[in-house]
């Protein structure tokens, strides 16, 4: 099967290797673009070389190769956290090491870290995108968050280019929601996780392939399809 994967450019280097491993091939379509935000990554890489934070939560790969490179230089012993595996192997490319959630989701993070997180101040650089449960989780477990919003994500309004495609895995709810598309007969239109599923409901199209919240549980689902 081919699928259209809906990546950031910067994102997704990996894609391809991890389809083959479920015998499938992929290519990245982008309905969003990053816009870094200069200011606010060096106000965040300042307050992490004065030692501000107990821990990092880096919430996707594209922070972690942001300030990645400044964390490695700093030589702090901070706790970091990742996502997922893509997000831990970004993190490793500049020499950070990095433990990962048991889920896929943001809202993992402070049932992970547990009583761990009293009194602790907490940063994370992210997207220029609400989460303010996540916020209120750290603060209601002691924590104290400190969110740096790095970058945006814009809209690219480019039509995805499905032409090829047997599917299309919508790796988030944003991506969903601005991306320009059409559907079509035999196009199988699956969502990374429950979270995108959602948005994708609310709009009237139900997913045909849901995974856990990463790239291989989705991958997981779509190869389960033709087996139902």
């Known amino acids: 099967m081919r699928i259209a994967i809906t990546r950031l450019p910067e994102k997704g280097a990996d894609d391809t290797e991890r389809c083959a491993r479920f015998g499938h091939s992929c290519y990245p379509v982008s309905p969003l673009r990053a816009e870094v935000y ?4 060096d106000a965040f890489i ?3 070389e004065k ?7 880096f919430t996707s790969a594209l922070p972690a190769d942001l300030v990645g490179p400044a964390l490695a230089r700093s030589g702090r012993r901070t706790r970091v956290v990742a996502i997922g595996p893509a997000t831990r192997a970004a993190l490793a490319r500049h020499g950070v090491e990095s433990e990962v959630l048991p889920g896929f989701y943001s809202r993992d993070f402070a049932p ?11 940063g994370l650089p992210r997207a220029d995108v609400p989460n303010e449960p996540l916020l209120e989780a750290i603060r ?8 740096f919003r790095i970058y945006g ?5 480019e039509p995805l280019d499905l032409d090829g495609a047997d599917a299309v895995l919508f790796t988030s709810a944003n991506s969903f929601s601005e991306a320009v598309w059409t559907p079509r007969p ?6 990374i996780g429950e979270v995108t ?7 009237g199209v139900e997913p045909d392939a849901v995974g856990d919240g990463s790239l291989e549980g989705a991958l997981r689902a779509i190869g389960a399809i033709g087996t139902r």
């Open 140 to 147: 209601a477990a002691g924590g104290v968050p400190e969110e």
């Open 153 to 157: 994500l814009r809209r690219t309004g």
């Open 197 to 203: 599923a959602e948005r994708m409901r609310g709009a």
């Open 112 to 122: 992970h870290l547990g009583a761990w997180l009293r009194g602790r101040r907490i």
């Open 38 to 41: 200069p200011d606010a990554r």
């Open 51 to 57: 030692g501000r934070f107990d821990a990092l939560f």
């Open 186 to 191: 035999g196009l199988l239109v699956c969502a």
């Open 46 to 48: 300042a307050a992490l």
